[in-house]
């Protein structure tokens, strides 16, 4: 048996029929008082091999969260059975769950292979009761009228002497609820005591969701490879004002709140209702007092559905709408525009406790300052961020509702629901590190989720009991495009000027996020969105932001040019010392950085107009380095090449001269003239220097100064990126990757990126016009997901060490997004 089950049955319930009566069985009239959960099995030894058996529990029966769940069961690994069993749990002590076994089947007792044992015999109110003390584990047992009883705990085996002894009643719902059960294996949850238990688990979580829900649930449970499935009823009398009375007299309707749901979320919580005058009694009874009069009750009765989206900081409240302009009409009153993003209004709303009272306590999200309106949807939150983020994600269609795992899960449920709560595994596992005690938290971090992506549970209610289905099963591939998720967004207090970047942080290893804006602030965002740092430029960064290991220590640093002076920053956005470096020109080209044997022997290269400035790592002029001017504008930075052991440095002229330079700035490969550059610069593909002309002609030079020309009927302004085996060109609208074509929608690109991550090539390009970033790999392929919102070219990498891509692009003209490639 293994206590790990209990975990994952936590995790589906992130938030928190009758049949001819018939004697229960005797095992019941011993089931200890204040019992949190009971499991009843027809046959422990098959449920055992049926949970080995299943890959989300063996794949984890490793982590330390796995044997601390598992511990309190400990007691019970040398029984064997094969006939009907109960296993009770109760919470004794301020930090001790008890376990304890009834069974009318005399145990198998496996005591011959343990070294450390002690057997014990005592009485107790004429019972006989006898201590097993196993390799340090003690168990208490005792046989009253043919029932066997064994316990972690001397005080509940007490309580079950007492309770025999003088033939004490049963809680009459557990009576009742017990004749519900009727699959081989059957959880049985006291939802109060298991409120109570619940802290020994999260500690630092909260538990709130589960008062006052229920009576009893019970729940045939299903396991297999594949799947974790319950199915059963839940319970709960009128007179104990349990919240699942709330839906008394009220039919269930469609659950579509999962279509504004993003990925990142943690998951989702929502209720259903045909009538709000019926929810509106019921809360009014529930509460024992009449509702404060609602200034918006058209809308409420314009709300078939009721969401609350979970994020790691923050909720969200969505009111899934019959008839949207009935609901728009209702908040006619509430139409100061808070800000536009992407086409959709996000107001002002500074009545959020009216929405609070008419919905409490089914909703726990008192503070909500703006909404919007997407679709029939009306989204309320308590920040714009918030809002932004919902909308983003639903116009990039990374929502819950279009996530395969979900597809998968969904068609298992019903698809109507009083209660709905849909949780992201590996979202909310991060969640659920962060309440379980400190020594935990890393293991349930690592902890191995596979293909179980989506857990639900949901709770269908009919005439004084709720039907209850819940589901964690391996998702199923279906190719629905949707593996894109944004993260997280940032907004700066300025438009950006340039597009973000991302740099590492040699301290944690992961990335971090350096964006300039237009007052010529310089920001590195830590990748959570946490400002790190800032610094004040005296002008605009010119080019990309480069990392280098100045005293070769494996410490980064972060070099640039702004117009007038070349700056080196640690991680903290320091100046490394003697920089900065001023110019009296104007910089006008990117910061040229050579390493040439890759010994942080560094040198940097700015470019003024048509003259050239070679520098040490010291900020002093390289003496020996003889090119310093050219006769013409020097159109790009020049680009260091290496083919085989030689360095070449590229400079090409707007009077169409090429210098192909040693390290020493001498002519290495005289070259002809008059080479018509267009504005692309010079790579390194097929091992020949490779650049295009104003033609549209490809352009190589080989290492002796010999070129050849190959006509791609390009126009003028083209774009040129390669590798030494991808090559990659735009024109108009035709984007061609090693000659395959992709026709995209005529618009405003930027220059298509070549980033090469992972032993992979992506090819990235951005339409500024309407927003769309599109990444396609080096077949020509769209990746599943895109297009998606941006404003800017990408910076690609594994931002966090996860094993997952992440990228970040302008989004707004102050804001930076941050994407996740799944």
Partial sequence: MKKILLYFA???????????????????????????????????????????ENDLLTNNNKSKAYSVFKE?????????????????????????????LLTDEEPSIQLDSIANKKVETFKYDNSEIKKYTLEGIETFSTKLNNIFVYSSSKLVLENIIRIFDNQLPQDPTLEKIYQAASGDHSFFINHEEFNKIYPLFFPNGSSRFLANFSDWTVLDFEIDEDEIHWNGVSSATIQNQRLLNLFQGIEPQTNEVAEVVPNNALGFSSFSYDSFENLKANLTEFKSQDLAPLKNESLFNAVQEVGTIYFEE???????????????DALVAYRDVAEDFRGIDIFHFPDSDNLYEAYQPLIKQKSLKFYAQIDHFFVFANNLTTLENIIANYQNRTVLANY????????????????????????????????????????VQNLKLGDFKVSALQFIYDNNF??????????????????????????????????????????????????????????LYKNNGELHW???????????????????????????????????????????????????????????????????????????????DMFTKEGKDVKGFKFSKTDSEILQAPKHIRIGRKDYILVSEANGNLHILSRTGETRVPTQKEFQFSNNKWYQYQNLFTTTNLKG?????????????????????????????????????????????????????TEPQLIEINNKAYIAITDTQTSKVYVFDKDANLISGFPVYGNSQISLANMDNRGKLEFCVKGEDNSVLIYQMN
């Fill in 404 to 443: 395969p795992a979900y597809l998968n899960t969904k068609d298992e449920l019903s698809d109507e629901a009083s209660l709905l709560f849909v949780g992201i595994n590996e979202n909310l596992k991060e969640h659920l590190a962060h309440q379980v005690e400190a020594d935990l938290s890393k293991d």
């Fill in 466 to 523: 709720a039907h209850v289905n819940a589901l964690l099963q391996k998702s199923e591939a279906k190719n629905t495009g949707q593996s894109i998720n944004q993260i997280t967004s940032i907004k700066l207090p300025e438009a950006i000027a340039n597009r973000p970047q991302f740099v590492k942080n040699w301290g944690t290893k992961e990335m971090e996020i350096a964006v300039q804006d237009e007052t010529n602030v310089l920001y």
């Fill in 72 to 100: 309190p069961l400990q007691v019970l690994q040398y029984i064997t059975l094969s006939k009907e069993s109960l296993i009770c749990f109760n919470k004794v002590g301020r930090k001790e769950i008890a376990v304890t």
């Fill in 697 to 749: 002609e490809l352009v190589q030079v080989n290492e002796s100064g010999k070129n050849t020309k190959k006509d791609l009927k390009l126009t003028e302004n083209h774009n040129l990126v390669a590798n030494n085996t991808i090559l990659v060109t735009f024109n108009e609208n035709e984007l061609s990757i090693n000659g395959k074509i992709v026709n995209l929608d005529y618009g405003l690109y």
């Fill in 10 to 52: 936590l995790i589906i319930s992130f938030i928190a029929c009758e049949e001819e009566t018939k004697a229960p069985s005797e095992l019941f009239s011993f089931i200890p008082p204040n019992t949190a959960v009971i499991l009843k099995s027809d046959n422990l030894k098959d449920f055992t091999e049926a949970i080995a």
């Fill in 314 to 328: 923050e909720k969200a409240i969505v009111l899934n709408t019959i008839d949207a302009t009935i609901a728009a």
């Fill in 534 to 612: 800032k610094k004040q430029l005296d002008s605009r960064i010119v080019g990309d932001i480069q990392q280098i290991d100045i005293y070769n220590n494996g410490r980064l640093q972060h070099i640039f040019a702004t117009q007038n002076q070349v700056y080196i920053l640690d991680r903290n956005g320091n100046n490394v010392k003697p920089f900065p470096k001023k110019f009296n020109n104007t910089i006008t080209q990117e910061l040229s950085v050579f390493d040439y044997d890759n010994n942080s022997k560094y040198r940097f290269v700015t470019t003024q107009g048509n003259r050239v």
